[in-house]
Structures are given as C-alpha cells and as structure tokens.
C-alpha cells in the first residue's frame, strides 16, 4: 500500500482536491480530503480491514470532539484518562498480536501510528478545546500519513498552504532519487544471517553501512512525498529528517532522525515524566524508560528494546557528560573534534541498526562475522 504513493494517479488526484476553491470553508476542504483518503482506503485494503481500522480511528475523533466540548469536571477527566488508556491499549494489543491481525486483516495500516496520533489528538483535544470533528478525521485518516507517518497533530491540519507546487517538486525531486538510493543500497544488506557460510569480513562490515543508509533514503524518500502530498492538498506536514547523519551527538541525531517521532516522544513521554527538571539521576532514568518504550513501539521482540535501551543509555552518557562539562573529544582533538565526532555517532548510530534489523541471535552471528578476518 506504501507504494501507492509513487503512482502518478494519486499525486494527480491530490493535484485536484488542492484546486478546491478556497471560498470553502476550512471544515469543507479537510472532510473533502479526508473523505477521498477513506475511499482510497477501501479500495486499497478492503471492506474488512477498512470497517476496523476507520471504526477505530473514528471512536477517538468523536472522544476527542466530546473532549473539547465537555465541561471540566472529574468527569471529563475520567473520560480523558479512559480514552487515553483505550489507546494505549489497542498500542499494546497490536504489537502483542501483530502477525494475527495483518493475516485476519489484510494489509492493515499501522495501528501503532494511528494509536501515536491518537493520543496527540486527545491531549489537544483535552488541554486546548480547539478540535473539530473535519480536523480529527485528517489527523486520523489522511492517506498519505497512515502507514508510515511523520506523525501529525491536529494543529497541522489548522492552517492551510497555498501555492506550494514549487517545494513539491522539491519534495518529488528529493523522494524519488531517495527510494532509488535506498533500494540500490538495499541489494548490499545481508539477510538470513544464520543460514551464512564462507562469507568474507568485508561484506559483513559493507552491509552495515548498507543497511545504515537503506534505513536513511528509504525512510526519509518516502517522507520527502508524504510531505508533498500534504503541500499538495493544503496543508504542511511536520518535517521528519534533517541530514542525520552529520549529527555531533546522540541528542542531535534525535533532533534529525524521524523528529516527529522524537518530539512525540519529548512531549508525551519524557517531559511528563519530569523530563530533566528533578535532577540528574532522574533524567537519564526518563531516557532509558522513554527510548525503552520507543523500542518496544516499534514491535515486542528483544532487539528492539535493546535498539531502544541503547540509545537511552547514549543519551544518558551524554546528559553526565554535559552535566560535568567533560569534553575529553573536544580538548584532545582541537579544531578536528567535529569530523570525528560526526564520524563516532555515525558509527554508534549504525551498529544501532544492526539492532533494530536482526534479532539477537541473528546480530551475535553478525558480530562474529564481522571479526573473522
């Protein structure tokens, strides 16, 4: 279904709905679209998956119109913290039971992004009254956003974008070359790590760095034409990467890799928790939680905490060293400190996807292959 996305019928289709006459109102032109990415929807992945996952999505659009309706009160709270807790939920059950409900519900959207979405629509929702019924359904339902993100908030869909056509050429003259990237780099990435024999050194270590920048262009491509298709109906959808790979340190990668996931983070996890305002020792405990969870996000398998846990150890190391002033890098390397350091978290960053790929015992065997020279 993510490929859809590079067929010229949708861009022209989306090319159309931004012609809509801007006399209409704002709630007119959101339902318009959200209604076309519904029926695309439908027949893309069919009525059964369609009827789950859009009864879904519509159970938290109206909680959140009641939400912005409702007076205060220990009612209103309740129902917020039941909402919330009902997305949390369905997060849970996704993972748990992924593999059951894409064999009963094909081809189904991610329902770990529509849950991520769901609790930035409610929050808004609760703290801000601001939300209607048109904004909910794009935040929810706009095609473009539902398999892979950025992840949105409703506030995106507040403000309107007119003449863009020049940044969505940009966008497609970036995307596509991306996807062609990632794919080429894809044909280096070595699977069935266990099945592997007589396979040299050099090709263990040429496809970590396949593997590193497949996540890179991939990703980041298909992002470039979300966020044209977003541009071309209207409407900005947050930027998601910015050149990570020149990042200076772990923090900074973070602010550059998938941001809308990492400030989603920030927002609804860390900073909740406290964030860095009680002390040192309960932020580097916020990191290791927050990334533990953005691992487990991601599915319910050991890697992937791994993958989360060393990144919030990462961060941890770095909020101790900042918090001492230790720059043991800086001092010893003088005006070379940048390039090696982008050079170091590059490295750190690419034996994390070693993690996020392969399951442990798979990343054991890669390991020792990467050392039999």
Wanted: hydrophobic share 50%; charged share 15%.
């Amino acid at each position: 279904m993510l490929q859809t996305l590079t067929l010229p019928i949708i861009w022209l289709l989306f090319y159309a709905l931004g012609q809509i006459p801007r006399q209409r109102s704002l709630g007119f032109r959101r339902g318009l679209v959200a209604g076309a990415s519904l029926m695309l929807l439908l027949l893309g992945v069919g009525l059964q998956t369609f009827a789950f996952y859009v009864a879904l999505g519509l159970l938290i659009v109206l909680a959140g119109v009641w939400l912005g309706s409702a007076r205060d009160g220990p009612g209103r709270r309740l129902a917020f913290l039941v909402a919330l807790g009902g997305v949390v939920i369905l997060i849970a059950v996704s993972l748990r039971f992924r593999d059951y409900l894409q064999k009963f519900f094909v081809l189904l959207p991610s329902l770990s992004y529509l849950g991520f979405r769901g609790i930035a629509y409610l929050v808004s929702a609760y703290r801000e009254r601001r939300v209607q019924f048109s904004g909910g359904l794009m935040q929810m339902f706009f095609l473009p956003m539902l398999f892979l993100g950025p992840i949105s908030r409703v506030e995106h869909f507040d403000e309107e974008v007119q003449d863009a056509h020049r940044e969505v050429l940009q966008r497609l003259a970036m995307g596509f070359p991306m996807l062609i990237a990632g794919n080429l780099c894809g044909r280096f990435v070595l699977d069935e790590i266990l099945r592997l024999t007589d396979t040299p050194w050099w090709e263990f270590w040429l496809g970590a760095l396949a593997n590193s920048f497949e996540f890179y262009f991939t990703f980041a491509g298909y992002s470039h034409l979300i966020i044209g298709l977003g541009l071309l109906v209207g409407f900005r959808l947050p930027e998601n990467f910015n050149h990570p790979y020149i990042a200076t340190s772990i923090g900074d990668f973070w602010r550059r890799w998938h941001m809308s996931l990492s400030f989603w983070i920030r927002d609804y996890l860390y900073i909740p928790l406290g964030g860095s305002r009680k002390g040192l020792p309960r932020k580097c405990g916020n990191l290791l939680f927050a990334m533990g969870i953005c691992g487990i996000w991601h599915g319910l398998e050991m890697h992937y905490l791994v993958w989360g846990l060393y990144h919030g150890f990462l961060l941890a190391v770095e909020s101790v060293m900042t918090h001492w002033g230790w720059k043991p890098l800086q001092r010893i390397l003088g005006p070379t400190y940048r390039p090696v350091k982008v050079a170091l978290i590059f490295s750190l960053v690419t034996f994390s996807w070693l993690l996020f790929r392969y399951r442990m015992p798979e990343m054991a065997a890669y390991l020792k292959g990467m050392v039999s020279w």
